[in-house]
């Protein structure tokens, strides 16, 4: 039985030394064949020096896949650093927009542009964590600006209609006072047709 496991082994070692990158495939096989090995271990079925000189090839294979997973993460947060700074400048110029009170509208599907193309972007969980946060608080940003901007134009047009309102009222003010004074001399003439008409249409003497 030893010599089945030590033989398995050396097919293991064969395909660790070949990696030039992690394979969880094979770290799944080698977990398996240890299992394998642990359980004949515990039955008592192997010698103990056999089991130990598995254990100390099967932790150095391990090893060495530890090592290859080490490079690929490291690999990994490097260029999620690269993601992460690359459209952190690209949100920095929308911001500076935003700041700039540029159109809202557009700056708004520029974020939501941003938000589609970083969806496929394999980050760490952090700069994931952290580019997110961002372009959320950008979009907060906007909405505010859209709700002050609602805010002075309804503020505006109110004022104008005020203005209006006053501007109506002031005309028909004026024209109650020509009325006024029109009515006045109407009635200033008739009072006078009334007068000529009581003398028998002869001018108003004195006594």
Known sequence: MYGLYKSELEEFKD????????????????KNFWYKVQHQVNDRNLFREHAASLRERTNGLFDKLKQLKKNLESEFETKSKTYLNDFSKELNEIEGKIDQGLGL?????DLKRLQYKIKNIHFTKD???????????????IKEKRGSQYEA??????????????GLIGAIQ???KSIQIDQKDLDFVLQGSKTWISNGGSPCRSP
């Open 15 to 30: 395909k660790v030394e070949t990696l030039t990158d992690y394979d969880n495939k094979i770290w799944e096989e080698l």
């Open 105 to 109: 509208s557009p700056l708004f599907e």
């Open 127 to 141: 700069d994931r964590k952290e580019i997110w946060d961002k372009i959320d608080g950008a979009f907060k940003i």
């Open 153 to 166: 134009n309804a503020s505006q047009g109110t004022a104008r209609l005020q203005k209006r309102y006053e």
């Open 174 to 176: 004026k024209m109650q």
